[in-house]
Every structure is written in C-alpha cells, then in structure tokens.
C-alpha cells in the first residue's frame, strides 16, 4: 500500500449526517496514517473550512480542493496547483448574473490568499450559508457592490438556490467557453441546489491525476456520495459509494460500502487492512 492513494469526498461521505467527523472516524484515521496509510481528501469546500473539520487528523498528503481548483500540499504548506478562470469567462458569467437578477459567491486569491466576495444576501439559503461559516469556520467575506470590479484571481464562482432558479442561471453560463460547471443537490437539503463555476480544467478527475503525475502515487482508491464524486471516481483504480449516496454515483461504483452515519469509510479501510 506504499504507493497507494486513498482519497474520500468529506459532505455525505467522511463527514456524518451532522457535518462533522465522529470520534470513532478521527480517532481510526489517524491510527491507520500512523501505519503508513496515504490519506486524503478531495472536497468541494475551500481550505477554510476543510481545514478546521479536519484539524485533528494527521493528514501529510495533498488535498483536492474546491472540486479540483486548488490542490494544497500540506507539508510544503502552499498551493502548489491552482486554476484560474480567463478574464472572458468572468466576463461571461457576471453578464449572466446580471441579466437573471441571481447572485451567489466569487472567490478570488490575492498573492495566493483566498477571499469569498458576495454582492447582497438577500437570499436566504446563501444568508444562511454565510453566517455558518462565519460563526462555525470564522470565514470572512468582503461585500462588493459589483464582481466585474474586483481586482483579484478569480478562482470559482458558487450559487445555492432553489433547482429551477439554478437552472435559469445555468442555462444562461452553459455556453461559455473555459468554464466547468458542478451542479447537484445539497445533501443537508431536498430543497436547494448548488452550482459552482470553475476553469474548465478543473475537476476531481484532473485533481487525481495531477496527484499521481507529480507525487507518484501508483494505485488511487476513491470514496464518494454525490455527484461532483462521479470524476473522481473516474480517476481511481477503485472507487467505493457508501451506501447514502447517489442512486447515479453508486451505478459508477466498483461497490457500496456502509453509510457515512456508520463510519462507512473508515471501517472499510480498517478491514482492508486487517485492523
């Protein structure tokens, strides 16, 4: 297993029903990288938060970032991958935000510092999202009274808002050029959806395998449950669903294991090890 990768989504699959890592998961996880198991993460979250739920695993390999946008080495302690979206496609998407009257989050980097831009909360799901990590994470979010005007690094652009709302925007951005675009359900929500905006070479499945490439990780198992999962699985020599995910993500699967409110990823890995 000495060149072995193994890699899990954190929302619906390393983290419980609660968004959170169970003792059990922590307390496993760090015994099995202690025996010289290669762990990590590929999330859709930024470092700031995935950082902090993470904070007490030992992790010491490269972590798969915002659906790939970022790829941050944890013992260089830097980004050492980072896609950036061309100014034609930021021009693109403000264009569209202003014709559907929607709003949602910018992300930019400044000399590789992450800032999360926002225009107004007048929506409540996107209130709500803010104040969590605000008060969970204390992320900080600068107002902007208008994205094109921002002089920063722009990264990803993230919307949540009802399926048909999303779609509206989605249906105006899905023409542009050098853009890839993640939509899927919220999992602590049957009502809201998610789109993230991203540089087209971008994703869960370049994130594997720029990993293999410049840290010569010969075999990549995976663990997802939602469908920004399914490129990553893609990746993998072995890709494994627990049990709550995605009807669609689970037909990608090489199999179901137990569910992430069971530690379903963990207990997997101890009896692959024998632990």
């Keep these: 297993m000495k060149n072995t990768l193994y890699i899990t989504d954190l929302d619906g699959t390393l983290l419980n029903s609660q968004a959170e890592l169970s003792d059990y998961t922590i307390t ?42 970022l790829i941050y080495d944890m013992k260089e302690e830097r980004f050492v991958k980072k896609e950036i979206l061309s100014a034609a496609a930021r021009a693109g998407i403000n264009k569209a935000i202003c014709e559907t009257g929607q709003t949602g989050l910018m992300y930019g980097l400044i ?36 994205f094109a005007d921002v002089e920063t690094e722009v990264i990803y652009f993230c919307f949540l808002n009802t399926l048909d709302n999303i779609k509206i925007l989605y249906n105006e951005i899905k023409s542009i050029t050098d853009i890839r675009c993640e939509m899927y359900q919220d999992i602590y929500s049957n009502d809201l959806w998610y789109l993230e905006i991203f ?7 370049t994130g594997v395998m720029y990993l293999r490439e410049r840290y010569g990780y010969e075999r990549v198992i995976g ?30 699967a090489t199999a179901i294991i137990g569910a992430n409110d069971e530690d379903g990823v963990v207990r997997y890995l101890q009896n692959l090890r024998g632990d």
């Design 28 to 69: 496993s996880l760090n015994h099995l990288i202690e025996k010289g198991m290669n762990f990590s993460v590929a999330t859709a979250r930024t470092g700031a938060t995935a950082f902090k739920l993470l904070k007490n695993v030992n992790l010491n390999q490269p972590l798969i970032l915002m659906n790939g946008v």
């Design 199 to 205: 540089n087209t070479n971008a994703s869960k499945y």
């Design 111 to 146: 000399n590789d510092q992450m800032t999360t831009y926002y225009q107004h909360l007048e929506i409540k799901p996107l209130y709500d999202f803010v104040e969590e990590r605000r008060q969970k994470f204390n992320k900080k979010f600068v107002k902007a009274e208008n």
């Design 223 to 252: 663990f997802g449950d939602n469908l920004n999962d399914i490129p990553l699985f893609k990746a993998c020599d072995a890709s494994y669903a627990v049990s709550n995910a995605k009807p669609e993500v689970k037909e990608t």
